[in-house]
């Protein structure tokens, strides 16, 4: 399973564009690379899923080399109510229906704090 | 609401004890899978299943079990508690089986052992 690293924690303001990069070295070629939030005892909430160059939703943005060894989320003009632990994932299983499941690890996740 | 359903939301129980844990996937997903979160080991992976079968173990206890019923619906037995099993439990669900699938998670079980 490839492993994730993103930094512990980030502060931000309101307002203010925030990105969050996860190193991820020993990404198989059929692995994806989702980004969940979670708030405090809630479960984790889908933000983006892909697999390379750049995606882009009405919340946030992911930007993935070519080399896919890294990720960014990057979030735009956050507010108070992003404060949040964010994850990074990827897949761990093959591909397909036939695959042999999905063992989607988290990290520890990056805990952050908006401020006004 | 991502549409994934856990009961109970709470539950207290003693050391040496037995619960079960429901969830119901959201409409038309086939995968279910159960996570472990506490305070000092985060979001751990506990098993899938996909359409009634077994897809992938994490780390799961020998003391826990999982299944998932005809009507896709998993249910999630702990037994012999120990305080340490304390934590908040999810289900989530996806369409498919892989990793290119989107998981949505439920609000969780939070199981105290007393």
């Known amino acids: 399973l490839a492993k994730t690293t993103q930094p512990i924690s980030m502060d931000s303001y309101e307002g203010q564009e925030v990105n969050i990069t996860c190193s991820h070295n020993?990404?198989?070629?059929?692995?994806?690379i989702t980004w969940y939030q979670q708030f405090p005892s809630q479960g984790p909430r889908f933000i983006i899923q892909?697999?390379?160059t750049k995606v882009t939703n009405e919340v946030a943005s992911l930007f993935i080399p070519a080399d896919r060894k890294s990720s960014t989320l990057s979030l735009p003009r956050v507010s108070l109510s992003d404060t949040a632990v964010y994850y990074c994932?990827?897949?761990?299983?093959?591909?397909?229906?036939?695959?042999?499941?999905?063992?989607?690890?988290f990290g520890t996740g990056t805990q952050l704090k908006v401020e006004l | 609401d991502s549409g994934v359903t856990q009961t109970p939301k709470h539950l207290i129980t003693a050391t040496g004890q037995r619960v079960t844990l429901r969830c119901s996937p959201r409409?038309?997903?086939?995968?279910v899978y159960w996570y472990q979160q506490s305070l000092d080991q985060g979001l751990q992976f506990l098993i899938q299943?996909?359409?009634?079968?077994?897809?992938a173990k994490g780390n799961i206890l020998e003391r826990f079990s999982a299944q998932q019923f005809p009507d896709l619906h998993s249910e999630l037995n702990l037994s012999s508690l120990e305080l340490g099993d304390s934590a908040l439990y999810f289900c989530?669900?996806?369409?498919?089986?892989?990793?290119?699938?989107?998981?949505?998670f439920g609000e969780g079980s939070w199981l105290t052992v007393v």
């Open positions: 409409s038309g997903d086939l995968s």
């Open positions: 892909g697999y390379k």
């Open positions: 020993n990404i198989a070629t059929n692995d994806y």
């Open positions: 299943y996909y359409n009634g079968e077994e897809r």
């Open positions: 994932l990827v897949g761990g299983g093959p591909g397909g229906v036939t695959g042999g499941g999905n063992k989607l690890t």
């Open positions: 989530a669900s996806s369409v498919g089986q892989s990793s290119g699938n989107t998981i949505y």
